[in-house]
Nanobody, 124 residues
Framework: QVQLVESGGGLVQAGGSLRLSCAAS????????MGWFRQAPGKEREFVGY????????FYADSVKGRFTISRDNAKNTVYLQMNSLKPDDTAVYYC?????????????????WGQGTQVTVSS
């Protein structure tokens, strides 16, 4: 079983930055592919970004490309989401998720493990 704990959310003004962290435990972190998702009130959970087991490959949703960056530190069992140039539309609960395979990386249903989420609110 894998446990994921997000941190780093909060309130920020438009144009500002936040860095989210997700600490994993329960199995070797380097064997997990990691994703970030978000869910705004009244909307479905949506894909934000993905990082491969080694960290050598990342992929982002068009809505965040060029503003958000995912990285991981396998020695610390932690994945990060650096969010810059934040917009009010980025307001949501952000979740990290882990999966065993490196296919279907944008699909919510293909991730086996989820964190509890952390709230990000961007004021205009």
């Amino acid at each position: 079983q894998v446990q994921l704990v997000e941190s780093g959310g909060g309130l920020v003004q438009a144009g500002g930055s936040l860095r989210l962290s997700c600490a994993a435990s329960g199995r070797p972190f380097s064997s997990l592919a990691m994703g970030w998702f978000r869910q705004a009130p009244g909307k479905e959970r949506e894909f934000v970004g993905y990082i491969s087991w080694s960290g050598g490959w990342t992929f982002y949703a068009d809505s965040v490309k060029g503003r958000f960056t995912i990285s991981r530190d396998n020695a610390k069992n932690t994945v990060y989401l650096q969010m810059n140039s934040l917009k009010p539309d980025d307001t949501a609960v952000y979740y990290c998720a882990a999966k065993n395979s490196q296919v279907d990386i944008t699909r919510v249903a293909r991730y086996e493990y989820w964190g509890q989420g952390t709230q990000v609110t961007v004021s205009s």
